[in-house]
Nanobody, 120 residues
Framework: QVELVESGGGLVQPGGSLRLSCAASGNMANVNAMGWERQAPGKQRESVAVIRDDGSTTYADSLKGRFTISRDTAKNTVYLQMNSLKPEDTALYFC??????????????WGQGTQVTVSS
């Protein structure tokens, strides 16, 4: 069983930055990718970014250039650096741990979510 704990959310002004962290623990043997999703009020949950064991990354097209996903494998921690934040980035951000099998993704665990609010 994998457990994920997010941190780093908060209130930030437009144009500011935040770094989210997701610390994973438990049996990581089947995890070969981790990522972030977000859900804004009244909107569907959307994928933000994914990082795979080989270091490759995928981003939502609308977030490329502003958000960066990275990892510290020694600490089993994934980060999401968010720059030039906009009010529309306000959402609850969830970390997830996955098993990628070819074209299929099995989500093994979700974090509890961390709130990001961008407002002046």
């Amino acid at each position: 069983q994998v457990e994920l704990v997010e941190s780093g959310g908060g209130l930030v002004q437009p144009g500011g930055s935040l770094r989210l962290s997701c610390a994973a623990s438990g049996n990581m043997a089947n995890v070969n990718a981790m990522g972030w999703e977000r859900q804004a009020p009244g909107k569907q949950r959307e994928s933000v970014a994914v990082i795979r064991d080989d270091g490759s990354t995928t981003y939502a097209d609308s977030l490329k250039g502003r958000f960066t996903i990275s990892r510290d494998t020694a600490k089993n921690t994934v980060y999401l650096q968010m720059n030039s934040l906009k009010p529309e980035d306000t959402a609850l951000y969830f970390c997830h741990a996955d098993r990628l099998l070819g074209k299929h993704t099995i989500v093994l665990a979700w974090g509890q979510g961390t709130q990001v609010t961008v407002s002046s």
